[in-house]
């Protein structure tokens, strides 16, 4: 009990707000923000004495394992998404935040010849010319249905169709294009900001790209909503912007 006093005592002089009996939040995410939560996360552990565990999936799985009775305190998806489960009650409205705009980058393995995207036609090009390209399943996230309407839009989805490798970035589909089995990937710029072994090209060209505005929130039948809310607003703290902006989110108001 000394060593217990000893170390309350430490830390208030420290200025950690350190709980005794901590409590444990589970947050289920999508894939892109997971470097910033990374680096967050130890902060706010710190500060508050709790602690936190993530489910990272695609987001029909996070759907899927909700709607299964799968438990979890904070959830955190692109922010349609959450309209639709607050509409639905499942979500503590005065918890909700909004973290960052992300957008699609597309990548290639370091070294390798960067192709041409600056266009729409550019684009078109250089998926036509690639041996492989790698992105997320359509129908499971964001980024992978909408790369699923580009090539459709742009026409080449049947010549596309034996070139494609459907791999989400929390997979291992960065790790193709880094280790030289697909030419290229197109993933959310935060699920490749940092990745060894990869050359980012650029965005998707004006006309084909997409910014995926992401938010969270405690969820209404937390059994810890007072921390669960407090994870979110830490998040979204401005103290904490920089970590979002270096991870490839844009401001929220953007």
Do not use: C
Request: glycine share 10%; aromatic share 6%; charged share 20%.
């Amino acid at each position: 009990m000394k060593g217990l006093s000893g170390l309350v005592a430490f830390s208030a002089a420290m200025g950690i707000s350190m709980s005794v009996s901590a409590t444990e939040i589970h947050v289920m995410s999508g894939g892109a923000p997971k470097e910033v939560f990374a680096l967050l996360t130890p902060k706010f552990e710190q500060q508050t004495g709790n602690k936190v565990k993530f489910t990272y999936a695609v987001i029909t799985a996070l759907r899927e394992k909700l709607a299964a009775g799968e438990k979890a305190d904070v959830l955190v998806m692109p922010v349609p998404l959450l309209d639709g489960f607050a509409k639905d009650g499942k979500l503590r409205a005065d918890s909700r935040a909004t973290f960052g705009t992300v957008g699609i980058s597309v990548v290639v393995k370091e070294g390798a010849a960067r192709p041409d995207i600056s266009t729409k036609e550019k684009f078109r090009a250089a998926m036509l010319a690639a041996r492989s390209v790698v992105h997320a399943t359509p129908g499971k996230t964001p980024s992978g249905t909408h790369m699923g309407k580009v090539l459709e839009q742009l026409g080449i989805a049947d010549a596309m169709a034996k070139k494609v490798i459907h791999k989400p970035a929390l997979d291992g589909g960065v790790q193709l294009v880094a280790g030289g089995e697909a030419d290229i990937g197109i993933y959310p710029a935060s699920e490749v900001a940092h990745v060894k072994g990869l050359t980012i090209v650029g965005p998707l060209p004006a006309g084909i790209d997409l910014n995926i505005v992401y938010g969270g929130a405690a969820l209404a039948d937390s059994a810890a909503p007072d921390a669960a809310a407090a994870f979110v607003k830490f998040m979204a703290a401005p103290e904490n912007r920089s970590a979002w902006k270096d991870a490839g989110f844009d401001p929220p108001e953007k």
